[in-house]
């Protein structure tokens, strides 16, 4: 496929999709706003958000483009007893277990360092665990979901699937942190 | 192959780059903890952070896989040169759109917290904002995107592995540090 490169041309290819995310990402940071003050009484909670928000977005696209792969190899079958599909999903929940929380771990550690921690360190572990847990699941449910879709809108996945999950995961990043904060804290 | 193969296989496949992706989604996580100061002075900053991060990433990607996909077809050649029209529009396309984004998402920000009656600080200071950490974050980016996806191809590695850690790994950090340099910039020392 030859694409043009023309300023026009990429501009026409990327701008609607580009605004459209623009405007469900303000949609959570709507949320963010709407626990603000929590945020900013408890500094190891704010440096909870990036990362909580990029990891769930990594976690749906590595599982995106690992099923998009043996989607286009033809090995993929959406069949709860297929090995492939459940293979890469218990990947996706481990590593969502083992990592987050560290995580939580690293972000009362950094929140020490630059000025103070308020909260105690098995508070913040349990917020990341829990949000962690949570969006793995979610992450899961919306990359099978969006690729079932392409599959059957006969959409190569590998155009569709990434950014809607990328994108769909940030939003539900902040959403469960903020049921983890409202939970926990 | 098993459940368990698969499984295994996957996580260790996954695992460096996620890793990678933790690291420097603390670091941001750092920069956003020290800028209480600054999310306190401008109502309705945090609310942009996400649409600001996003865009970054949504963006830069873009243009490296773009970038990476010139160097398979052999339309782009991997060193940097001001005089060749596709990487220069390609740089130019996505500088603008990332402005036009950040622009937008402070308007879009503005607009909602207002109809909501919730504290915001004026639309002029939000979009300066915006634009100013766009403009910067994208200037960085830019060159980082170019400058690692070039030398990694010419050391023999594919581009398109190397784009989406390299600016998610980044972005953020980039993101973060330029949007609170934006803020001094546009408000004053806070």
Redesign the interface.
């Known amino acids: 496929m030859?694409?043009e490169?023309?300023?026009a041309a990429?501009?026409r290819a990327?701008?609607p999709v580009?605004?459209a995310?623009?405007?469900v990402?303000?949609g959570?940071?709507?949320v963010?706003?709407s626990f603000?003050a929590t945020?900013?009484r408890y500094?190891?909670l704010?440096?909870?958000?990036?990362?909580?928000?990029?990891?769930a977005?990594?976690?749906g696209?590595?599982l995106a483009s690992?099923l998009s792969t043996a989607f286009h190899l033809g090995t993929l079958s959406f069949d709860p007893a297929d090995?492939?599909l459940?293979?890469?999903v218990?990947?996706?929940v481990?590593?969502a277990v083992t990592?987050f929380p560290?995580?939580g771990a690293?972000?009362w550690l950094?929140?020490v360092?630059?000025?103070g921690a308020a909260l105690a360190p098995e508070t913040v572990v349990a917020v990341a665990a829990l949000s962690g847990a949570s969006l793995a699941v979610l992450a899961v449910v919306v990359t099978l979901a969006a690729t079932y879709a392409a599959y059957r809108f006969e959409l190569d996945p590998d155009d569709v699937v990434i950014?809607v999950v990328?994108?769909a995961c940030?939003?539900l990043g902040?959403l469960v942190l903020f049921g983890a904060v409202e939970l926990l804290v | 192959?098993?459940?368990?193969?698969?499984?295994?296989?996957?996580?260790r496949e996954?695992?460096p780059?996620?890793?990678a992706?933790?690291v420097?989604?603390?670091f941001?996580?750092?920069v956003?903890?020290?800028m209480?100061g600054q999310?306190?002075a401008v109502d309705?900053l945090?609310?942009?952070?996400?649409?600001l991060?996003?865009?970054r990433?949504?963006?830069y990607g873009?243009f490296g896989a773009?970038l990476a996909?010139?160097l398979h077809?052999g339309?782009v050649e991997p060193r940097v040169d001001t005089g060749d029209?596709?990487l220069r529009?390609?740089v130019?396309?996505?500088m603008?759109?990332g402005l036009?984004?950040s622009g937008?998402?402070a308007v879009?920000?503005y607009a909602?917290?207002t109809a909501l009656g919730?504290p915001v600080a004026g639309l002029g200071t939000l979009v300066a904002i915006a634009l100013v950490a766009g403009l910067l974050s994208g200037l960085a980016l830019t060159g980082a995107v170019v400058a690692v996806v070039f030398a990694g191809y010419r050391r023999g590695h594919n581009p398109d592995t190397i784009v989406?850690p390299l600016v998610?790994t980044t972005g953020?950090v980039f993101g973060?540090a330029f949007l609170v340099l934006a803020v001094r910039v546009v408000v004053g020392g806070v």
């Open positions: 030859r694409r490169w023309t300023v990429i501009t990327t701008l580009l605004l995310l623009t405007v990402e303000v959570s940071g709507l963010l706003g603000e945020l900013l500094p190891s704010l440096v909870l958000v990036p990362v909580t928000i990029g990891t977005g990594n976690l696209s590595i690992r090995d492939e459940s293979g890469n218990v990947a996706t481990t590593l990592l560290v995580v690293g972000a950094l929140a360092v630059t000025g950014p990328t994108n940030d939003v902040v | 192959m098993s459940v368990r193969a698969v499984a295994v296989d996957a996580y996954a695992a780059a996620l890793v992706s933790v420097g989604g603390l941001a996580g750092a956003l903890g020290g209480r999310l306190r309705g945090l609310v942009l952070v996400p649409a991060l996003a865009t990433g949504n963006v873009a773009r996909t010139g077809q339309v029209r596709r529009a390609a130019a396309a996505a603008s759109n036009l984004a937008f998402a879009v920000a909602v917290l919730e989406g998610t953020d973060l």
